[in-house]
C-alpha cells in the first residue's frame, strides 16, 4: 500500500448543521401530488409516516437546519470522516489529475447511511414512535437504521429486496445483532408482497416493492412510522455532513475539487457529498463539475424521463416529480443492490433537468475492475456501489491525461465491501455477468405510467 495523504478533522469541526440545497436552487422542486387526486399535498398526507419535525424538513426552504445535539453527539461515534489522496491510483493511471476521497466506511454500518439514520430514529423518538418499518436493497440502509433504532430503543423491521436477501446474508445478520427484524421481500407478510408473489413466485424484488410493504404495515398502526434512506429532501440534507466535512478538509489540503463524483440509487449520496459544494456554483458563480454514477442497468437519470411517478411499486406513496424508468420496473440483479431503484429524489432531478449536473452510467464489469483497481493501489475493498464512482473517476482522471489538463477530483467512498466478496470471487473467476437494459425494456415499462406528465 502506497503512502496517502490522510486529510483529517477534530470533533469540533463536525457541522453543527445540515445544508439545504432548495435555499439556492434557481428552480425549486415541483410538490409531490396525491396519487389519486394529482393534486398537491399536505402535511396531513405524509403525517401517517413521518415525525412532523422530518416533515417540516422535508417542505422547508431555509438554507441551514441545525442538528440536534443529541445527533451530533452521536455523530462522534465515527464522524468527523477521513479523507485520503489516492497517489497510489493517480500513479497507476499515470495521471496529472490529483484524486481524493472521502471515506464514509468508518461507520458502525460501514457505510454513509447513519448519517440520516440517527436524525430520523431521534425524531421518530421525540415523537413517541416504538417501531419503524424500512426497505433496504443491499442491506446498507437497513443496517444503519437497525443501529440507530437500537441507540434510541425503537423496534425495527426492515424488508430486504430477496435478490441482497439471499445474496448478502451478513448484512441481514449486522440487522438482526442490532436487534432489528429482517424479512425478504416481496413477502406474505402484507397485501403488496402477496400481489406481487401471485404474479411472480420468483421475484428477485425490487427497492420499490420493499417500500411498498413497509409503508402497508406503517400505514396500519398509530405507533409505527416508515423510515427511508435516500430520495427525499430530509434524507439528501442530513446526508451533507459529508459534503461540510469535506469542504474544510480540501482547504486543509490547499486544494479544492474541479469535479466531484458519487453513485447515484436514489440520491443522498451524492447529495451528501456534491450539494454543499454546489452551493459555491450556485451562490459564487464557481464551475465544479457533479457528477452522478449509476449501474446501466438502471439508468434513470441517463435514459429515464422526466415526470412525475411513484415512489414504490403497489402505489402507496405520493406522485413525485423525478427522472425515473417507471415505477414497475425490475431492474438486473446487479450486486450494487443500493443502486437498484427506478426513480431519483425530486432535488437531484430538478438540478439535472436545469443542467446544474451531470450523470454517467457504468457497466457492472466495469465498476467491478476500477474497484479491483483501487483495492490493489489504495488498500481499501470498496462497495458495489462506490465502483460506480471509482469507474467514472478513472473515466475523468484518463481524460485529464488524454487533454493534458491537470483536474482535481474528489469522490465519496461511500462503503467498504467487506460483505460483498461473493461478488469480488464472481468477478475474479470470471463468472460476473453484465446487465445492461435495453430501450425496449424501458419504453416497455414507461408505456404503464399512467401519472402526470411535466412541462
Known amino acids: 500500500m502506497t503512502n496517502q495523504k490522510k486529510i483529517t478533522l477534530t470533533e469540533a469541526e463536525i457541522p453543527e448543521k445540515w445544508y439545504n440545497i432548495v435555499a439556492d436552487m434557481p428552480n425549486k422542486p415541483l410538490p409531490p401530488l396525491h396519487p389519486g387526486t394529482h393534486e398537491p399535498i399536505g402535511p396531513e398526507m405524509l403525517a401517517p409516516l413521518f415525525p412532523m419535525e422530518l416533515i417540516r424538513q422535508e417542505v422547508s426552504t431555509d438554507p441551514w437546519v441545525t442538528i440536534p445535539d443529541e445527533v451530533r453527539e452521536l455523530y462522534k461515534i465515527w464522524r468527523p470522516t477521513p479523507m485520503f489522496r489516492a497517489y497510489g491510483l493517480e500513479k497507476l493511471l499515470d495521471t496529472p489529475a ?157 486544494d479544492m475539487p474541479d469535479i466531484i463524483v458519487a453513485p447515484f440509487g436514489g440520491g443522498s449520496n451524492f447529495a451528501g457529498i456534491g450539494f454543499p459544494f454546489l452551493r459555491h456554483n450556485l451562490t459564487e458563480g464557481k464551475k465544479i463539475r457533479c457528477i452522478a454514477a449509476g449501474p446501466t442497468s438502471c439508468p434513470k437519470l441517463t435514459r429515464g424521463v422526466f415526470r412525475y411517478d411513484l415512489g414504490d411499486t403497489m402505489g402507496m406513496t405520493p406522485l413525485l416529480p423525478m427522472y425515473t424508468l417507471g415505477h414497475n420496473f425490475i431492474p438486473a440483479p446487479i450486486h450494487a443492490g443500493g443502486l437498484r431503484y427506478h426513480g431519483a429524489g425530486a432535488i437531484v432531478s430538478q438540478l439535472l433537468k436545469d443542467g446544474l449536473i451531470e450523470a454517467q452510467s457504468v457497466n457492472q464489469l466495469e465498476c467491478f475492475e476500477a474497484g479491483i483497481k483501487f483495492a490493489r493501489t489504495e488498500g481499501i475493498i470498496p462497495a458495489p456501489e462506490a465502483n460506480h464512482a471509482i469507474a467514472t473517476v478513472i473515466r475523468e482522471a484518463n481524460r485529464a491525461k488524454e487533454e493534458g489538463v491537470s483536474k482535481t477530483i474528489l469522490f465519496n467512498l461511500c462503503g467498504h465491501g467487506h460483505f460483498d466478496m461473493g461478488a469480488y470471487d464472481q468477478y475474479l473467476s470470471g463468472k460476473l455477468v453484465e446487465h445492461e437494459v435495453t430501450q425496449a425494456e424501458i419504453l416497455e415499462s414507461l408505456a404503464e405510467l399512467d401519472t402526470p406528465l411535466i412541462a
Not at 426492515?158 to 425478504?184: E, L, Q
Request: glycine share 10%; charged share 20%; net charge neutral.
Open 98 to 254: 490529483k484524486i481524493y476521497y472521502k471515506y464514509e466506511g468508518v461507520s458502525p454500518a460501514g457505510s454513509h447511511k447513519p448519517n440520516t439514520a440517527i436524525p430520523q430514529a431521534y425524531y421518530n423518538k421525540q415523537e413517541g414512535v416504538k417501531r419503524i418499518t424500512t426497505e433496504t436493497g443491499a442491506g446498507q440502509w437497513g443496517s444503519a437504521l437497525s443501529f440507530a433504532c437500537g441507540l434510541f430503543g425503537i423496534e425495527c423491521e426492515v424488508y430486504m429486496v430477496r435478490a441482497s436477501y439471499d445474496g448478502k446474508p451478513y448484512r441481514k445478520m449486522m440487522m438482526n445483532t442490532w436487534g432489528a427484524t429482517v424479512y425478504p421481500s416481496p413477502s406474505d407478510r402484507t397485501n403488496a408482497g402477496r400481489s406481487i408473489l401471485s404474479q411472480n413466485p420468483d421475484s428477485p424484488g425490487s427497492l420499490g416493492i420493499a417500500i411498498s410493504e413497509a409503508v402497508e404495515l406503517a400505514m396500519q398502526d398509530d405507533h409505527t412510522k416508515y423510515a427511508l434512506g435516500s430520495v427525499l429532501n430530509h434524507v439528501l440534507m442530513h446526508q451533507t455532513v459529508i459534503g461540510l466535512e469535506s469542504i474544510t478538509q480540501m482547504e486543509k489540503a490547499g
